[in-house]
């Protein structure tokens, strides 16, 4: 199984940036989806998740209304859109699958891509 996470970058403050994971070597249809991220010092925080079959969409108060997930079946690809981005949203980002409905915390997610750093300037 692999996740690989891309599409990170360094932006202004308002900016938006499109994060794109490509999944392969897993039933991808069968899996639970999400977006953590890690700042130094931090517990890895989930901001966005997406049910198997599209659904039971989460989002953290952080970043409800601005970010938004979306998932491909027929591309493997689960992506995060990022509009307004604040300096707080400077993280490495995962990408991250689990067959755990609800899952949440970090131990929770089964298999994670390699983290894409997002940095964000006022």
């Known amino acids: 199984v692999q996740l690989q996470a891309s599409g990170g970058g360094s932006v202004q403050f308002g900016d938006s940036l499109t994060l794109s994971c490509a999944a392969s070597?897993?039933?991808?249809?069968?899996?639970?989806l999400g977006w953590l991220r890690r700042t130094p010092g931090k517990e890895h925080e989930l901001i966005a998740r997406i049910g198997w079959n599209g659904g039971h969409t989460y989002y953290a108060d952080s970043v409800k209304d601005r970010f938004t997930i979306a998932r491909d079946d027929d591309e493997n690809m689960v992506y995060l859109q990022m509009k307004g981005l604040k300096p707080e949203d400077t993280a490495v980002y995962y990408c991250a699958a689990s067959q755990l409905s609800g899952s949440f915390y970090a131990y929770e997610w089964d298999y994670w891509g390699q983290g894409t750093q997002v940095t964000v300037s006022s």
């Open positions: 070597g897993m039933a991808f249809r069968s899996y639970n």
